[in-house]
Antibody
Framework: EVQLVESGGGLVQPGGSLRLSCAAS????????MNWVRQAPGKGLEWVSY????????YYADSVKGRFTISRDNAKNSLYLQMNSLRAEDTAVYYC???????????WGQGTLVTVSS | EIVMTQSPATLSVSPGERATLSCRAS??????LAWYQQKPGQAPRLLIY???TRATGIPARFSGSGSGTEFTLTISSLQSEDFAVYYC?????????FGGGTKVEIK
């Protein structure tokens, strides 16, 4: 059974940093592209970042470019999102999501809440 | 980036009735469109991909149609567990983009 479990969310002050993790199991993690997708409270879904299966190709949404860094450790079956210079508008539930062969998101984690507030 | 527009924002339907949700793309996305269901406090769940292919385990009452810029998700006979928010997402062009969602509520 495919499982994605996020952790690392919490309350952080504006300008602060946080590192999210996503532990994957039930599939060959190193074979899949992975993403972070976020959802602000009461709002819709917003794609945040992508990383290829090997980690060699990375993309970011313009809203987070230069502040967030996606990475992965295939030996540990883990995906990460380092978030720096956090803003109030980054407040959201962050989901890790598996990409089905460059297409749609076929599995999602349960999400971890990041709240940016003083 | 491609803008996805869903309508209506809220759909009030009685159990057992048919629900029809619309999704429009700002430019053609061919058939590279997915639908997701999200219940309160839960992660989105993949329902449909390729505009019309049901994902594993999705009941036959869910069907998708359309291509190009106009798409429809139909729930043939709403069950209590179907009341949720539904999102469309295009994956024809990078970055992937989502519609704003349609909330299906009990009438």
């Amino acid at each position: 059974e495919v499982q994605l479990v996020e952790s690392g969310g919490g309350l952080v002050q504006p300008g602060g940093s946080l590192r999210l993790s996503c532990a994957a199991s039930g599939f060959t993690f190193s074979s899949y592209e992975m993403n972070w997708v976020r959802q602000a409270p009461g709002k819709g879904l917003e794609w945040v970042s992508y990383i290829s299966s090997s980690g060699s190709t990375i993309y970011y949404a313009d809203s987070v470019k230069g502040r967030f860094t996606i990475s992965r450790d295939n030996a540990k079956n883990s995906l990460y999102l380092q978030m720096n210079s956090l803003r109030a508008e980054d407040t959201a539930v962050y989901y890790c999501a598996r990409l089905y062969y460059d297409d749609f998101f076929d599995y999602w984690g349960q999400g971890t809440l990041v709240t940016v507030s003083s | 980036e491609i803008v996805m527009t869903q309508s209506p924002a809220t759909l009030s339907v009685s159990p057992g009735e048919r629900a029809t949700l619309s999704c429009r793309a700002s430019q053609s996305v061919s058939s590279n469109l997915a639908w997701y269901q999200q219940k309160p406090g839960q992660a989105p769940r993949l329902l449909i991909y390729g505009a019309s292919t049901r994902a594993t385990g999705i009941p036959a009452r869910f069907s998708g149609s359309g291509s190009g810029t106009e798409f429809t998700l139909t729930i043939s006979s709403l069950q209590s567990e179907d009341f949720a928010v539904y999102y469309c997402q295009q994956y024809n062009n990078w970055p992937p983009t989502f519609g704003g969602g349609t909330k299906v509520e009990i009438k």
